[in-house]
């Protein structure tokens, strides 16, 4: 069981990157898929969800219409597209993974992946 993000690194202020995240060892597409940051001495912070039945998302104001959040069941692949980054979108990204159906589940209810670095700097 696994989420493997990829896609940071540094990009100047105004530029886009897109993150990607493989999950393995469970069943993706019943999971509700979200990216969290967290910024040297700062809390850990929700930026977007999406959900495992009807695709629904949300978005953190502090990134919303710049930041756009998807999946692909079918490749067990999660996405977070950014644009317009901004030097305070520094962070360690991580993808999370949780299930929340209330039938009964073997499998892990909650995963976390390593992390990958963005860093908005000029």
């Known amino acids: 069981v696994q989420l493997v993000e990829s896609g940071g690194g540094l990009v100047q202020p105004g530029g886009s990157l897109k993150l990607s995240c493989a999950a393995s060892?469970?069943?993706?597409?019943?999971?509700?898929m979200s990216w969290y940051r967290q910024a040297p001495g700062n809390e850990r912070e929700l930026v977007a969800s999406?959900?495992?039945?009807?695709?629904?998302?949300n978005i953190a104001d502090s990134v919303k219409g710049r930041f756009t959040i998807s999946r692909d069941n079918a490749n067990h692949m999660l996405y977070l597209q950014m644009n317009s980054l901004r030097p305070e979108d520094t962070a360690v990204y991580f993808c999370?993974?949780?299930?929340?159906?209330?039938?009964?589940?073997?499998?892990?209810?909650?995963?976390w992946g390593q992390g990958t670095q963005v860093t908005v700097s000029s």
């Open positions: 060892g469970f069943t993706f597409s019943l999971y509700d």
């Open positions: 999406i959900s495992s039945g009807d695709d629904s998302r």
């Open positions: 999370v993974a949780d299930f929340q159906l209330p039938i009964p589940w073997t499998q892990p209810k909650r995963v």
